[in-house]
């Protein structure tokens, strides 16, 4: 699995990489500009993320208008639905209107509460069959 944290809190970030790194490469970024960044790079290499935990609210670019941006940018590389990258939301407070705008528009695929528990996690991983079960 290949996997990027797009996350501006560095402990978020370690707990993240420290649970998905065992199963594949986990490529970090701080911001929502840099997230973008790394899936272009990605794109233009013919590689492609199997999974983004995309932080909701981050300072420069929120977490919403980055993942309309992901999604564009597979749109325009003719990447149709199911070859779309998963992408989890995280969240440290329950933002029940920016979770149902996320799914409303058929964007992210789960979203993941902080503080982040690593059962909940794997399950989540296993039900998009990103790793086998555990």
């Not at 970090?28 to 272009?40: F, I, K, N, R």
């Not at 420069?60 to 980055?66: C, H, K, S």
């Not at 979770?99 to 902080?114: M, N, V």
């Amino acid at each position: 699995m290949y996997s990027l944290v797009v996350e501006d809190e560095p402990v978020s970030q370690a707990i993240l990489q420290g649970i998905l790194e065992p199963f594949g490469p986990c490529d970090l970024a701080s911001s929502g500009v840099e997230g973008v960044a790394m899936l272009q790079k990605a794109l233009s290499q013919d590689k492609r993320y199997d999974l983004v935990c995309l932080d909701i609210q981050m300072p420069d670019m929120d977490g919403l208008e980055t993942l309309k941006i992901f999604r564009k940018i597979e749109q325009e590389k003719g990447i149709q639905r199911f070859g779309q990258v998963k992408v989890f939301m995280v969240t440290s407070l329950y933002n029940r209107q920016s979770l149902e705008t996320a799914f409303y528009q058929g964007d992210c695929d789960e979203y993941i509460e902080k503080p982040i528990d690593p059962n909940d996690l794997m399950e989540r991983l296993q039900k998009y069959k990103l790793i086998g079960r555990t």
